[in-house]
Protein backbone atom coordinates (compact mmCIF):
# COMPACT_ATOMS: atom_id res chain seq x y z
CA UNK A 1 0.00 0.00 0.00
CA UNK A 2 1.45 2.96 -0.94
CA UNK A 3 1.88 5.49 1.99
CA UNK A 4 2.16 9.03 1.82
CA UNK A 5 3.26 11.16 5.03
CA UNK A 6 2.73 14.64 4.30
CA UNK A 7 3.14 15.88 8.08
CA UNK A 8 2.90 19.20 9.46
CA UNK A 9 4.75 22.69 7.84
CA UNK A 10 8.13 22.33 8.67
CA UNK A 11 8.34 18.69 8.41
CA UNK A 12 9.70 16.71 5.73
CA UNK A 13 8.48 14.68 3.17
CA UNK A 14 8.66 10.88 2.30
CA UNK A 15 6.99 8.50 0.06
CA UNK A 16 7.12 4.95 0.59
CA UNK A 17 6.02 1.35 -0.88
CA UNK A 18 7.17 -1.54 -0.45
CA UNK A 19 5.92 -4.79 -2.41
CA UNK A 20 6.85 -7.98 -3.58
CA UNK A 21 8.28 -5.92 -6.89
CA UNK A 22 9.15 -2.83 -5.77
CA UNK A 23 10.76 -1.23 -2.49
CA UNK A 24 10.34 2.78 -3.08
CA UNK A 25 11.63 5.23 -0.84
CA UNK A 26 11.63 9.12 -1.94
CA UNK A 27 11.40 11.96 0.44
CA UNK A 28 12.62 15.78 0.97
CA UNK A 29 13.50 17.66 3.09
CA UNK A 30 10.99 20.67 4.95
CA UNK A 31 12.89 23.48 3.58
CA UNK A 32 12.05 22.16 -0.11
CA UNK A 33 8.10 21.72 1.14
CA UNK A 34 8.08 24.89 1.62
CA UNK A 35 8.31 25.88 -1.73
CA UNK A 36 5.15 25.04 -3.32
CA UNK A 37 7.09 24.87 -6.94
CA UNK A 38 9.64 22.08 -5.74
CA UNK A 39 6.50 20.37 -3.79
CA UNK A 40 5.26 20.08 -7.11
CA UNK A 41 8.19 18.69 -9.07
CA UNK A 42 9.11 16.08 -6.01
CA UNK A 43 5.51 14.93 -5.65
CA UNK A 44 5.75 14.34 -9.58
CA UNK A 45 8.99 12.81 -9.77
CA UNK A 46 8.19 10.14 -6.33
CA UNK A 47 5.05 9.08 -8.60
CA UNK A 48 6.54 8.98 -11.90
CA UNK A 49 9.53 6.87 -10.56
CA UNK A 50 7.29 4.88 -8.74
CA UNK A 51 5.41 3.44 -12.08
CA UNK A 52 9.09 3.31 -13.89
CA UNK A 53 10.54 1.37 -11.05
CA UNK A 54 7.47 -1.00 -11.20
CA UNK A 55 7.39 -1.72 -15.08
CA UNK A 56 10.81 -2.55 -14.41
CA UNK A 57 10.54 -4.85 -11.96
CA UNK A 58 7.65 -6.57 -13.49
CA UNK A 59 9.45 -7.02 -16.61
CA UNK A 60 12.47 -8.24 -15.06
CA UNK A 61 10.28 -11.19 -13.19
CA UNK A 62 8.18 -12.08 -15.98
CA UNK A 63 11.40 -12.97 -18.02
CA UNK A 64 12.81 -14.30 -14.60
CA UNK A 65 10.18 -16.96 -14.01
CA UNK A 66 9.63 -17.71 -17.80
CA UNK A 67 13.97 -18.66 -17.66
CA UNK A 68 12.93 -20.72 -14.64
CA UNK A 69 14.28 -18.89 -11.96
CA UNK A 70 12.00 -20.11 -9.20
CA UNK A 71 9.94 -17.25 -7.45
CA UNK A 72 11.13 -17.59 -4.00
CA UNK A 73 14.93 -16.66 -5.69
CA UNK A 74 13.25 -13.13 -6.58
CA UNK A 75 14.49 -10.52 -4.99
CA UNK A 76 12.63 -7.12 -5.22
CA UNK A 77 13.98 -3.86 -7.27
CA UNK A 78 14.70 -0.91 -5.10
CA UNK A 79 14.76 2.88 -5.26
CA UNK A 80 15.44 5.51 -2.82
CA UNK A 81 16.26 9.35 -3.60
CA UNK A 82 16.41 11.59 -0.51
CA UNK A 83 16.89 15.38 -1.75
CA UNK A 84 18.86 17.27 1.94
CA UNK A 85 18.97 20.96 2.49
CA UNK A 86 22.90 21.51 2.72
CA UNK A 87 22.20 25.20 3.59
CA UNK A 88 19.86 28.20 2.44
CA UNK A 89 19.80 31.69 3.05
CA UNK A 90 16.70 34.06 2.68
CA UNK A 91 17.27 33.88 -0.76
CA UNK A 92 18.81 30.83 -2.16
CA UNK A 93 18.26 26.79 -1.12
CA UNK A 94 20.59 24.18 -1.77
CA UNK A 95 19.58 20.75 -1.98
CA UNK A 96 21.49 17.82 -2.99
CA UNK A 97 19.66 14.69 -4.41
CA UNK A 98 21.53 11.20 -3.43
CA UNK A 99 19.74 8.60 -5.59
CA UNK A 100 20.20 4.52 -4.42
CA UNK A 101 18.44 1.96 -7.02
CA UNK A 102 18.99 -1.98 -7.47
CA UNK A 103 17.24 -3.52 -10.69
CA UNK A 104 18.78 -7.10 -10.35
CA UNK A 105 22.83 -7.86 -11.36
CA UNK A 106 25.50 -7.92 -8.76
CA UNK A 107 24.65 -4.76 -7.34
CA UNK A 108 23.26 -1.58 -7.34
CA UNK A 109 24.07 1.90 -8.44
CA UNK A 110 23.79 5.37 -6.84
CA UNK A 111 24.21 8.84 -8.46
CA UNK A 112 24.06 12.47 -7.24
CA UNK A 113 22.44 15.75 -7.81
CA UNK A 114 22.22 19.52 -6.45
CA UNK A 115 20.09 21.83 -6.98
CA UNK A 116 20.04 25.57 -6.58
CA UNK A 117 16.49 27.62 -5.83
CA UNK A 118 16.38 31.07 -5.89
CA UNK A 119 13.40 32.24 -3.75
CA UNK A 120 13.14 35.87 -5.86
CA UNK A 121 12.85 34.62 -9.12
CA UNK A 122 11.01 31.10 -8.20
CA UNK A 123 13.37 28.91 -10.47
CA UNK A 124 16.45 26.84 -10.43
CA UNK A 125 19.79 28.00 -11.19
CA UNK A 126 23.54 26.86 -12.08
CA UNK A 127 26.33 27.83 -10.47
CA UNK A 128 27.47 29.52 -13.55
CA UNK A 129 24.61 31.69 -13.13
CA UNK A 130 25.13 33.15 -9.83
CA UNK A 131 28.34 34.38 -11.55
CA UNK A 132 29.77 37.61 -13.55
CA UNK A 133 29.39 37.05 -17.45
CA UNK A 134 32.83 35.62 -17.91
CA UNK A 135 33.50 34.73 -14.70
CA UNK A 136 34.31 31.06 -13.23
CA UNK A 137 35.18 28.87 -10.18
CA UNK A 138 36.02 25.94 -12.35
CA UNK A 139 39.90 27.03 -11.86
CA UNK A 140 39.23 27.39 -7.96
CA UNK A 141 37.98 24.25 -8.01
CA UNK A 142 39.11 21.96 -9.97
CA UNK A 143 42.44 21.53 -9.24
CA UNK A 144 42.20 21.60 -5.21
CA UNK A 145 39.62 19.32 -5.83
CA UNK A 146 41.92 16.96 -7.93
CA UNK A 147 44.58 17.30 -5.23
CA UNK A 148 42.78 15.97 -2.19
CA UNK A 149 41.07 13.41 -4.11
CA UNK A 150 44.45 12.13 -4.61
CA UNK A 151 45.63 12.21 -1.21
CA UNK A 152 41.86 10.61 -0.33
CA UNK A 153 42.63 7.98 -2.66
CA UNK A 154 45.61 6.67 -1.63
CA UNK A 155 44.34 6.91 2.57
CA UNK A 156 41.51 4.73 1.26
CA UNK A 157 43.18 2.16 -1.03
CA UNK A 158 46.31 2.09 1.53
CA UNK A 159 50.05 2.40 -0.31
CA UNK A 160 49.64 -1.46 -0.99
CA UNK A 161 46.59 -1.46 -3.14
CA UNK A 162 47.08 0.97 -6.26
CA UNK A 163 43.20 0.32 -7.45
CA UNK A 164 41.91 1.34 -10.38
CA UNK A 165 42.89 5.23 -11.07
CA UNK A 166 41.04 7.06 -13.92
CA UNK A 167 42.95 10.22 -12.88
CA UNK A 168 40.84 13.15 -12.23
CA UNK A 169 37.22 13.39 -12.92
CA UNK A 170 36.44 16.26 -15.29
CA UNK A 171 34.82 19.44 -13.82
CA UNK A 172 31.56 18.88 -15.52
CA UNK A 173 31.23 15.33 -13.91
CA UNK A 174 31.20 16.29 -10.91
CA UNK A 175 27.86 17.62 -9.02
CA UNK A 176 28.81 21.22 -7.40
CA UNK A 177 26.96 21.72 -4.43
CA UNK A 178 26.67 24.95 -2.04
CA UNK A 179 27.04 23.93 1.91
CA UNK A 180 26.32 25.90 4.95
CA UNK A 181 28.88 24.03 7.40
CA UNK A 182 28.22 26.44 10.45
CA UNK A 183 24.51 26.96 9.81
CA UNK A 184 24.72 30.76 10.15
CA UNK A 185 22.57 31.03 6.83
CA UNK A 186 25.54 31.60 4.41
CA UNK A 187 27.03 29.33 2.01
CA UNK A 188 30.69 28.79 3.21
CA UNK A 189 32.05 25.98 0.52
CA UNK A 190 31.42 23.87 -1.64
CA UNK A 191 30.41 19.97 -2.38
CA UNK A 192 32.01 18.32 -5.33
CA UNK A 193 30.44 14.62 -4.92
CA UNK A 194 32.55 11.92 -7.72
CA UNK A 195 30.06 8.84 -7.71
CA UNK A 196 31.33 5.33 -7.98
CA UNK A 197 32.81 4.39 -11.28
CA UNK A 198 34.06 8.60 -11.80
CA UNK A 199 36.84 8.58 -9.61
CA UNK A 200 36.99 4.86 -8.57
CA UNK A 201 35.62 1.69 -8.84
CA UNK A 202 32.67 0.02 -7.09
CA UNK A 203 34.17 -0.38 -4.43
CA UNK A 204 36.02 2.64 -3.07
CA UNK A 205 32.27 4.09 -3.28
CA UNK A 206 32.04 7.71 -3.65
CA UNK A 207 34.44 10.79 -3.16
CA UNK A 208 33.10 13.56 -1.20
CA UNK A 209 35.25 16.50 -1.05
CA UNK A 210 34.28 19.82 0.30
CA UNK A 211 36.15 23.04 -0.50
CA UNK A 212 36.29 26.62 0.79
CA UNK A 213 34.21 29.61 -1.01
CA UNK A 214 37.17 31.94 -1.03
CA UNK A 215 37.23 35.71 -1.06
CA UNK A 216 38.42 35.27 -4.84
CA UNK A 217 35.24 33.32 -5.79
CA UNK A 218 33.15 35.76 -3.64
CA UNK A 219 34.07 38.85 -5.96
CA UNK A 220 33.21 36.65 -9.19
CA UNK A 221 29.42 36.55 -8.02
CA UNK A 222 27.11 38.92 -9.23
CA UNK A 223 26.48 41.30 -6.60
CA UNK A 224 22.95 40.71 -5.65
CA UNK A 225 24.11 36.65 -4.53
CA UNK A 226 27.63 37.98 -2.69
CA UNK A 227 24.92 38.43 0.16
CA UNK A 228 24.50 34.67 0.49
CA UNK A 229 27.89 33.79 1.15
CA UNK A 230 30.86 34.27 3.37
CA UNK A 231 34.46 34.10 2.34
CA UNK A 232 36.92 31.55 4.05
CA UNK A 233 40.30 30.80 3.98
CA UNK A 234 41.79 28.37 0.68
CA UNK A 235 42.45 24.91 1.23
CA UNK A 236 46.00 23.76 1.93
Not at 46 to 64: C, F, N
Not at 82 to 108: F, M, N
Not at 116 to 141: F, M, N, V
Amino acid sequence: MLSLLLLAAAAPVTVAEKSVLLDFRYGWSAEADAVPALRRRFRADASSQRLRGLATAREDRKVRLEMGNPARDWSPHSFEREWRTLGQTPRLLSLEGSTALYSGGAHGNSHTQRLIWDRRLGRELSIQALLKPGTSWQAAIHQPFCTLLSRERRKRLGPDQPGYDPGCPAYNDLPVSLVDTDRDRLFDHVRLTADPYVAGSYAEGEYMIELPITATMISRLRPDYRASFEAQPPVQ
